[in-house]
Antibody, heavy 120, light 110 residues
Framework: QVYLQESGPGVVKPSETLSLTCAVSGGSIRKFYWSWIRQSPGKGLEWIGYMYYTGTTNYNPSLNSRATISADSSTNQFSLELSSVTAADTAVYYC??????????????WGQGILVTVSS | QSVLTQPPSVSAAPRQKVTISCSGSRSNIMNNYVSWYQQLPGTAPKLLIYENNKRPSGIPDRFSGSKSGTSATLGITGLQTGDEADYYCGTWDSSLDAVVFGGGTRLTVL
């Protein structure tokens, strides 16, 4: 069984960088594709981007190049950095896995989510 | 606002059947696989259906998926109170070069 666990600060100040980590257990991040997805309070899901451990990444254009996803194979973790945050970035952030990468590939494992609030 | 359009809410009685629609376009649903997710209150989304109509191991056959043209549908039969949740469709959008989701549908089992 694969488990994903998000961690990071619960509050970030406006204009600063949000940094989160997803720890993966029960499997190596050297396979599969790993994504970050967020959900604003009371709203729907928004895909942020994915990465493969080789460094391949793809991001949602709506984020205007503010997101960076990277992996640390030695710790079996991957991370998200989102720069220049505003109140609109307040959301529950989920990390998730795609077992294969093709157009419409599903997210088969999800973390429990972490609430990040942007506030001064 | 979402790229994929879902009804905000649906409801039905226990043991009845309900369908949830997901409407998109040629650049997303028509030419890519669709997945469905169930989000119980206060929990993370859970994969229900993938590749339009396939169920992961452990998902009961009360849940089904279909796709036709630019629309997809999730069907749930034998409704139970435990099915009360938000349901989301998702796919790839080849024009946006991004994963897209519907706005979600809240199912109420009356």
């Amino acid at each position: 069984q694969v488990y994903l666990q998000e961690s990071g600060p619960g509050v970030v100040k406006p204009s600063e960088t949000l940094s989160l980590t997803c720890a993966v257990s029960g499997g190596s991040i050297r396979k599969f594709y790993w994504s970050w997805i967020r959900q604003s309070p009371g709203k729907g899901l928004e895909w942020i981007g994915y990465m493969y451990y080789t460094g391949t990444t793809n991001y949602n254009p709506s984020l205007n190049s503010r997101a960076t996803i990277s992996a640390d194979s030695s710790t079996n973790q991957f991370s998200l950095e989102l720069s220049s945050v505003t109140a609109a970035d307040t959301a529950v952030y989920y990390c998730a896995r795609e077992s294969l990468r093709y157009n419409g590939s599903p997210f088969d494992y999800w973390g429990q989510g972490i609430l990040v609030t942007v506030s001064s | 606002q979402s790229v994929l359009t879902q009804p905000p809410s649906v409801s039905a009685a226990p043991r009845q059947k309900v369908t949830i629609s997901c409407s998109g376009s040629r650049s997303n649903i028509m030419n890519n696989y669709v997945s469905w997710y169930q989000q119980l209150p206060g929990t993370a989304p859970k994969l229900l259906i993938y590749e339009n109509n396939k169920r992961p191991s452990g998902i009961p056959d009360r849940f089904s998926g279909s796709k036709s043209g630019t629309s997809a549908t999730l069907g749930i039969t034998g409704l139970q109170t435990g099915d009360e949740a938000d349901y989301y469709c998702g796919t790839w959008d080849s024009s946006l070069d991004a994963v897209v989701f519907g706005g979600g549908t809240r199912l109420t089992v009356l």
